[in-house]
């Protein structure tokens, strides 16, 4: 079977339901236990909170924008107005047993704490990021000489929240220097697809749009 | 001499007043000196009464009712025609057929708290032991109290769990009050502008207004209604200080800025010169013709004394542990009387205790008062969450 199949469609959900739903979405459902509790960090207009819950599972969400919450409470959903940096200390250990920090962790300021905090408050924790490491980000930066834009990043250098890009191969280094553990990881194409499961690492790191990681903590080392 | 004009005296309704405060025109429930109310200074209350008003219809199952609490000043009359003052209900923008609280689906009760003076037993009340009005020897209240009163209504309306429980203010300290002490009762959560402690700058404008009132001569150490007086002047000037915290800088820049009142130049005197004297004025007046002196008294006080952690060693979690409840917080971005950090607090701690929380911040300069006014993103959100709740809930359509 296809890393394609095993993500798309997603096991016990109609296929037409899938459709409106981002790729990296359908990924991050489809790593989540069904009756699980989860937290979404920055869950946007909760589109993902949406499709957890479809699934089973008791979601919870922290927006940093007004206009976002307003959208989630709108949709029934569990939604505080928080920021990761500064709101997710006030969680207890273990509360969730996922956290999700989808296409957020750019735009914080500690992105180290976050993901400390991330697995402190979850057994488990999702992140997905764009990868700055992208080769059509390499391809401005190289030959065009400006700070790469793309469909998905379409904000100027100076009026961008992403404050800390990353690569795939960034991202693994700081994995490893915090003691996590990567069960799983795909890289996303351009249109939300996975690449080769047993392409090397730096051909996601070329080729992959975006890194969406399953990450628990390491066995302390004794 | 320059002239002086001081706050009018006021059209005072003192008998209807005092009427409506043993015999509420909305509906009455009686308890007997075998149900007496346990008060947490200690006292059981008994007999006592609690008015009400109902809106809608039970359903069968009994599991459409949604109880509102209303705020310091307001009373049981949230979407009906107000005895004494013959206005509007106070919350007919929230409360009514399609409205957010919608009546044509849910069951809604709304009672007057215990202290008050719109039918449930307060200070204003006659002491049934000496034939007099209570006064001051009406024993001091809580929030508690108030919530406790309110469950032995519930309970004489043969209803187990409330669907929702709302309200803003005062109201939404009762709501929270509700989630901690009887969290198998209450379904959903709608707490508006509120807190679970009262501040230290909230305390300290509540005293202020206190004050005014004891220092009005009128007051009678709270014996006006025996000596056929009344502290006008005194609650007036609470009222207008209170009603400067429950709006915003931008709020009343917005409304009066530094115009004149019927007038082009100043006249050198203290009259009302400037428009938001003279609506201050008015807002004070307005309020004494309908409101008890002594109830201001005791139902600040009960704000005061709130602080729903120091129940649980001072851990705000430890009192929503385990906790099923939906809740939506709601603050305002101008509100600085319960401003949006409180919530943040109580969201903090729901969270904590692993409870289902919404938490939205409304951007509005209208400050406290905005959960009273028409706010369309509050209603929205006011409306969604009710609906996701009713969902959970198994509610259907029609009341039947």
Redesign the interface.
């Known amino acids: 079977m296809t890393l394609q199949q095993q993500v798309l469609p997603l096991a016990g959900t109609p296929p037409q339901d899938l459709r409106h739903y981002r790729g990296d979405h359908l990924l991050v459902a489809q790593m989540v236990e069904r009756g699980s509790k989860v937290l979404d960090v920055g869950c946007g207009d909760g589109d993902l909170l949406q499709l957890l819950e479809t699934r089973g599972i008791d979601g919870r969400g922290i927006e940093l924008s007004r206009e976002g919450v307003n959208r989630c409470v709108a949709k029934g959903l569990a939604v505080v107005q928080g920021d990761a940096d500064t709101d997710l200390v006030n969680y207890p250990d273990d509360a969730f047993d996922y956290v999700i920090l989808s296409q957020t962790l750019q735009a914080t300021r500690q992105p180290r704490v976050v993901l400390e905090n991330l697995l402190r408050i979850g057994r488990r924790a999702i992140v997905s990021f764009p990868n700055f490491g992208f080769w059509r980000m390499r391809l401005q930066l190289l030959v065009g000489g400006h700070m790469p834009r793309t469909e998905n990043l379409p904000a100027t250098w100076y009026d961008t929240p992403n404050i800390h890009f990353c690569t795939i191969k960034d991202f693994v280094q700081l994995c490893d220097e915090i003691n996590v553990k990567m069960e799983r990881a795909v890289a996303l194409d351009l249109y939300g697809r996975p690449l080769r499961l047993n392409a090397p690492w730096w051909f996601w790191n070329m080729f992959g749009e975006q890194g969406v990681f399953l990450l628990s903590r390491a066995e302390k080392a004794r | 001499m320059v002239s002086v004009q001081s706050i009018p005296s006021p059209a005072i309704h003192a008998e209807e007043r005092a009427h409506e405060a043993d015999h509420p025109s909305s509906l009455v429930a009686l308890f007997g000196a075998d149900q007496p109310l346990k008060l947490d200074c200690g006292i059981d209350l008994a007999p006592f009464q609690i008015a009400y008003k109902t809106y809608g219809q039970l359903n069968t199952e009994r599991s459409n009712a949604i109880l509102i609490f209303h705020a310091l000043t307001g009373d049981q009359h949230v979407a009906s025609v107000h005895p004494v003052t013959g206005k509007p209900g106070w919350w007919e923008t929230m409360v009514g057929p399609g409205r957010p609280l919608d009546t044509d689906k849910y069951f809604i009760i709304c009672s007057n708290v215990i202290g008050g003076c719109m039918g449930s037993t307060g200070p204003a009340s006659t002491n049934p032991a000496t034939g007099k009005v209570w006064g001051l020897d009406f024993p001091v209240i809580t929030i508690p109290d108030m919530v406790r009163a309110q469950t032995m209504l519930i309970d004489r309306l043969g209803i187990d769990t409330l669907f929702c429980v709302v309200g803003g203010s005062m109201g939404g300290m009762q709501a929270l009050q509700w989630t901690a002490a009887y969290p198998k009762r209450v379904f959903s959560v709608l707490a508006v502008a509120c807190s679970t402690r009262h501040s230290a700058q909230n305390i300290a404008f509540h005293e202020l207004g206190r004050q005014a009132v004891m220092a009005d001569p009128d007051w009678r150490h709270g014996r006006y209604f025996e000596e056929g007086s009344y502290p006008h002047r005194g609650l007036g000037v609470a009222r207008m200080a209170a009603h400067i915290t429950y709006l915003s800088d931008a709020a009343l820049h917005r409304k009066f800025g530094r115009r004149m009142q019927d007038r082009d130049l100043p006249t050198f005197s203290f009259d009302a010169d400037f428009q938001v004297e003279s609506y201050l004025r008015y807002q004070g007046s307005s309020f004494v013709e309908r409101f008890d002196a002594n109830s201001y008294l005791y139902l600040t006080r009960a704000m005061d004394y709130f602080d729903i952690a120091a129940d649980h060693d001072g851990v705000l979690?430890q009192a929503f542990r385990g906790i099923a409840t939906?809740l939506?917080?709601v603050s305002f971005t101008s509100d600085w009387l319960f401003p949006t950090s409180e919530s943040?607090a109580i969201?903090?701690a729901l969270?904590?205790s692993?409870a289902?929380?919404?938490?939205?911040?409304?951007?509005t300069d209208r400050g406290h008062d905005a959960f009273l006014l028409d706010v369309p993103?509050f209603f929205?959100?006011s409306r969604?969450?009710l609906?996701?709740?009713g969902?959970a809930r198994g509610l259907t359509r029609t009341g039947g």
């Open positions: 979690a939906r939506c917080v943040r969201v903090h969270n904590a692993g289902r929380v919404s938490f939205a911040e409304i951007e993103e929205d959100i969604a969450f609906e996701s709740a969902k």
